[in-house]
Each structure stands twice: as C-alpha cells, then as structure tokens.
C-alpha cells in the first residue's frame, strides 16, 4: 500500500521557500556585495546579476513551473500552457544570468569556464533548452501522437527531475565557490555575510526537495487509485 501525500500543503512549503530564497539573494548582494549593473565600472556588481538571476529566474521559476501542475487549480490545458511559459522565461533568464558571469569575466580579464561549476553549468542549461523543446513539440505544438505523448512523459518527468536535481546542485557548488574566493580575499569565515550565503544555499537545497516531493504527491483531486501513475500532461 503506498503512502499518500497530498500535494497541496507542499507546494505552500515551495512558495514559502521560494520567497525565503529570494529575500536572502537579494539581501546578499544588494545589501553586502553593492548591488547589480549591467554597464559599470565596479565590474562586481555585474557579476551580482548573476546569482539573482540563477537563483530567481532559473531555480525559483523552474521550480515554480514543475509544481505549478500540482499548485494551480486550472484545467490541464491551461497548466500545460503555465508550465510552458514559465520553465520558457526560467530558460532565457537562465540564459541571461550566465550571460552576466561571462560579461563579468570578460571586462576583468578573467578566464571563462575554468570550474566545475562552469561546465555543468552549460551542460544544465542546454539539456533543459533540450528538455524544453522536446516537451514543446510532443505534448504541445505541433504535438505527438497520443501514444508517442504517454511514452514520453515518464521520460519527460525523470529527465526533468534530473536536470533540475543537478541546477539545484550546482547553484549549491556556486555559492560555496563564491564564498571561498571572498574568504580567500579576507572576509570573516564566521561573520554575518557568510552565514547568510551559506543558509541561502541550505534554503535553495531544501527548495529543490520540496519541489521533487510535490512531484510525487498526490494532487488533491485525484483518486488514489491514480496515484501511481503519472498523469499529469
Ligand atoms: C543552476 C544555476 C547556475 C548555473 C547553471 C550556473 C552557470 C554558470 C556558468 C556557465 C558559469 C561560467 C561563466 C564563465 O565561465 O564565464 C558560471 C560562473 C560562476 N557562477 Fe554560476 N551558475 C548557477 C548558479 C550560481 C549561483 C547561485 C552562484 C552563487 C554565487 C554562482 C556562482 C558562480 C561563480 C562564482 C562563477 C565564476 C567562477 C566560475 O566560472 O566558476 N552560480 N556559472
């Protein structure tokens, strides 16, 4: 017999997370890293852009979308439509805060794609383009046959999981990176700062489980007879 839990009290957790996320990112680097600008000459604050950007845009509106067909009480037409649109603005904000990490690079001389960080980032954000498109094509326009659609979803939902496990991953990689640059360049291992950095990471770790546990919750209108399988495109 499985165990059934309903999605409903876990999404209220994701949004929760998510706003905790974004108030601490935007503390960090607008409060103790100076804000956020495209064209500067203080090339930090380009840099700042772009863990708003990974950690908003991408993670937090990613997640939102994977949630959205279990938080959002709309038909599932409608759903399909939200949760396109929303992992297609995650994607190009995504796109844009990566952007900014090579901007910053550029203008102070600084190698690109030297880390570990660096080369699953590009992995992560090609395979989700990937990931977008294929799902755009099968299950929206011009859209599979129905059978082609019922093989692709366990597929669609296991390789969505793992592309968003290793973001979340990876964003976790890219504040212990950034910490550890600032550390090395002289800030208190156990001032306010680097606790702050170090319990936006937790937060965003625990975002992403919240996510991936709502996935396999059960939506409040299902029967649970369903429950095993999933249906939700
Ligand atoms: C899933 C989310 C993220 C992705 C896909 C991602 C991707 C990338 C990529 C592709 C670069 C290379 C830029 C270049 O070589 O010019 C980079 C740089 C960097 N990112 Fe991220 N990033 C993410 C989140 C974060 C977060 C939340 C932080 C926290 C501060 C961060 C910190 C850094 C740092 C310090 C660099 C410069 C050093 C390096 O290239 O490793 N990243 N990121």
Redesign the pocket.
Known sequence: MAVVVKATPLTFVVHALAVACAVM?LVWCIHFRGGLAWETTNKSLI?NI??VL??IG??ILGGEAIVSYKSLPFKKEVKKVIHLVLHAVALIL?IV??WA??K???ESS??????L??W???G??VLYGLQWVYGFVTFFYPGGSSSLRADSLPWHVLFGIFVYSL??A??AI??L??LT?LESAGLDKVGAEAYL?NFTAIA?VLFGAFVLFTVYAQKDQEPEEEYSSYSAI
């Not at 600084?110 to 880390?115: E, K, M, Q, R, V």
């Open positions: 990112v840099f772009h863990p990974m950690l991408f993670i995504g805060g990566i990490a090579f910053f690079h550029n600084i190698l690109n794609l030297y880390s960080h660096s699953l980032g590009i992560i954000i973001a979340i990876n964003a890219g504040f990176e950034k640059f950095v965003t």
